[in-house]
């Protein structure tokens, strides 16, 4: 019996990194178009987003089946406990993706061709982040985990840059208001991209530790 | 816990000659709140059980050491009535075992044991008990039929109106739902939950998701040891212990 549910979690965990790959590759295509002012990678982005919808709802099945058949407990609890958070965080970082392509487009399409805010470094941070949120997955590494959560504060940070920056120039250049608000907003996608990013890592605490670590501390005790 | 202290086991070791069947475990049980002890079977947990209402006293060349307090009592103390503490901590078996009596007899039995004969009374009491055991509206027509008739689940909570009826402070049970079917199995831990707030109910059972499911504080022992005991939630979502997160996720052995 309980073999047969370690069968059944291992292969919870093949389908959500299968998930996590193609996730941080939609990632890393969005960052690139980013760069590149890129249409046509904006565009596989936003062609291909089905796919990652229909494997979160696949692995929410799973996970559904497994709660109602095995009834797990303790570690294993927790474990398709996170596996379902991370699923969530997954897609919703795959959404983030297609929100930056669809800003891409629109930058691409502009006719204002300066940059005004450069966001390599900003889009690099969030990437590690997701890519060491499902190393810490994988490897069940606590203090990967938690040096995500500090990454945080630094994505954050250059947000707030953005805004300043982008704010400035929309008064220098009214005329070009709508190119700016398209490129403000791909700080807000890159931010909850990484916010996405910190949840797996509080999902991973929790599945080490059974702590909830939300919203800056452990609720627990 | 901010409960009131029912029971209070301490140190106590019990020997079946010279095995050790169970060492050095204090536990404490209190008062409206049901504890479950869990663990592989041969783990000492009926052992233990038995030793709370000195059940094992009869079983030949066996031995206990340390104290078992009931409200701060020890219950191994020589001037102890056997008979008078086990009208204040009842038991309920594993197996259905009702009297080949009628209904009615088998819960006034206790009573008329412990030397009651207002007929009144007992009719009163009978009633309250089959109420409390929640049997009360399926044989009201029928208590003076043979109790052998009823199905399974009705015998057993019909064991349980008997044990109620002498009014107990604790109930002990030992898997009583492990013969049962899911429906019956549902009733009796409906049935827990009800009780609970008028009686310390200490239960044994096999059936993990029916520890989480009934108890407040869940114990889990291992070779004659208590391994660990915690809140119920709280040892099926994160055991502090490995060997407990072992046995109560299926990987043992």
């Not at chain 1, 990454?151 to 190119?179: F, R, S, T, W």
Request: aromatic share 6%; with cysteine; net charge negative.
């Amino acid at each position: 019996m309980a073999r047969f549910l370690q069968k059944e979690l291992e292969k919870m965990k093949k389908m959500i990194l299968s998930l996590g790959t193609i996730v941080e590759e939609r990632v890393h295509m969005a960052i690139k178009a980013i760069e590149t002012k890129n249409a046509d990678i904006a565009a596989r982005i936003i062609q291909s987003d089905h796919e990652i919808d229909e494997m979160e709802v696949e692995v929410e099945e799973e996970c559904l089946k497994i709660l109602a058949l095995h009834q797990p407990v303790a570690v294993d609890l927790r474990f398709l406990i996170a596996v379902i958070k991370i699923n969530n965080d997954l897609e919703r970082i795959g959404d983030q993706a297609v929100n930056i392509a669809e800003r891409v487009d629109i930058l691409a399409k502009s006719k204002v061709h300066d940059v005004f805010f450069d966001y390599s470094q900003m889009a690099q941070k969030a990437e590690t982040m997701l890519k060491n949120s499902l190393d810490a997955f994988v490897n069940l590494d606590i203090d990967l985990a938690f040096e995500i959560l500090a990454m945080d504060d630094e994505v954050d940070n250059i947000k707030h840059e953005a805004y300043d920056l982008i704010k400035e120039e929309m008064k220098k250049q009214p005329d070009c208001i709508g190119y700016l608000i398209n490129l403000l907003l791909i700080s807000r996608h890159l931010e909850r991209l990484a916010d996405h990013a910190t949840n797996i890592a509080e999902e991973v605490i929790y599945l080490i530790e059974g702590d909830i670590v939300r919203h800056g501390k452990a609720l627990t005790d | 816990m901010d409960a009131d202290l029912k029971m209070s086991v301490k140190q106590l070791n019990f020997f079946y000659d010279k095995f050790k069947a169970l060492e050095n475990i204090s536990l404490d049980f209190y008062a409206g709140h049901v504890t479950a002890l869990i663990g592989p079977s041969g783990c000492g947990k009926s052992t233990f059980l038995r030793c709370l209402n000195r059940m094992n006293d009869l079983i030949p060349k066996s031995r206990v050491e340390g104290k078992i307090l009931l409200d701060n009592e020890d219950i191994y103390d020589c001037a102890v009535n056997v008979a008078t503490l086990r009208s204040r901590i009842g038991m309920v078996f594993q197996k259905p075992n009702p009297f080949p009596k009628t209904i009615f007899e088998n819960v006034a039995y206790g009573l008329r044991v412990n030397g009651i004969k207002d007929k009144t009374l007992i009719a009163d009491r009978v009633t309250e008990s089959l109420n409390q055991a929640a049997l009360w509206d399926e044989v009201k027509d029928r208590i003076y039929d043979s109790a052998l008739e009823l199905s399974g689940g009705q015998q057993q909570r019909l064991c349980i109106a008997r044990a109620l009826a002498i009014k107990p402070e604790v109930i002990l049970m030992d898997e009583p739902a492990s013969a049962l079917d899911p429906i019956a199995t549902q009733k009796i831990e409906e049935l827990i939950h009800q009780l609970k707030k008028m009686f310390t109910i200490i239960i044994v059972t096999h059936n993990m998701q029916q520890a989480a499911r009934v108890s407040d504080i869940t114990a889990f022992f291992y070779m004659g040891k208590l391994i660990e005991t915690d809140k119920t939630d709280t040892l099926f979502t994160r055991p502090k212990l490995k060997q407990t997160e072992d046995y109560i996720t299926g990987r043992f052995g």
